[in-house]
T-cell receptor, first 112, second 115 residues
Framework: ETGVTQTPRHLVMGMTNKKSLKCEQH?????MYWYKQSAKKPLELMFV???????ENNSVPSRFSPECPNSSHLFLHLHTLQPEDSALYLC???????????FGSGTQLSVL | DQQVKQNSPSLSVQEGRISILNCDYT??????FLWYKKYPAEGPTFLIS?????DKNEDGRFTVFLNKSAKHLSLHIVPSQPGDSAVYFC??????????????FGKGTKLSVKP
């Protein structure tokens, strides 16, 4: 148990669906992140929030839309995804920006 | 261009022997380095870190060595155990004018420890 909980663990969706990934951290951290892990690629940083404000958006397509309503919760809203978006989506948190990350278990997403 | 490189996608080691995982980086501004371990269907978990002011950090069976001039770090696991079988990610971040940048990860090395 890392203190970062992600739901759902697995998700299969069609290209026209809308779904959301949820992340909750119980560590009292101030920064939260979304990462994407595709096969044989490094972990790719997607979004960074610090104190509920987005501080980085690494050229992620608009079909991915993050939301951070408070410092403990982070969402990733998905719509009209493509099959190449199939990957493991990992949420992480840290006490401050650039500090040691604590990861959730991830959501394994398959887009059909 | 990858700033953090793990050139060996996989490594196989006999139980009880030493495992050495390597990582190279290109950004001379990196000053904080970490190793993460990942089991299938789980998120990465922090293993050990090192600051650029040190060249070695040890925690039990795990030791990280940093060679700044070569821009190289390595993780030594001794003795290796079957439960160490996992994917190991190297990560680094830089301090830009007092602000620590985001962690940059390598592609990972899959370690298999055979009984």
């Amino acid at each position: 148990e890392t203190g970062v909980t992600q739901t759902p663990r697995h998700l299969v969706m069609g290209m026209t669906n809308k779904k959301s990934l949820k992340c909750e951290q119980h560590l009292g951290h101030n920064a939260m992140y979304w990462y994407k892990q595709s096969a044989k690629k490094p972990l790719e940083l997607m979004f960074v929030y610090s104190l509920e404000e987005r501080v980085e958006n690494n050229s992620v397509p608009s079909r991915f839309s993050p939301e951070c309503p408070n410092s403990s919760h982070l969402f990733l809203h998905l719509h009209t995804l493509q099959p190449e978006d199939s990957a493991l989506y990992l949420c992480a948190s840290s006490q401050g920006l650039g500090e040691k990350l604590f990861f959730g278990s991830g959501t394994q997403l398959s887009v059909l | 261009d990858q700033q953090v490189k793990q050139n060996s996608p996989s490594l196989s080691v006999q139980e009880g022997r030493i495992s050495i995982l390597n990582c190279d980086y290109t950004n001379s501004m990196f000053d904080y380095f970490l190793w993460y371990k990942k089991y299938p269907a789980e998120g990465p978990t922090f293993l050990i870190s090192i600051s650029s002011i040190k060249d070695k950090n040890e925690d039990g069976r795990f030791t990280v060595f940093l060679n700044k001039s070569a821009k190289h770090l390595s993780l030594h696991i001794v003795p290796s155990q079957p439960g160490d079988s996992a994917v190991y990610f190297c990560a680094a971040s830089a301090n830009y004018g007092g602000s620590q940048g985001n962690l940059i990860f390598g592609k990972g090395t899959k370690l298999s420890v055979k009984p």
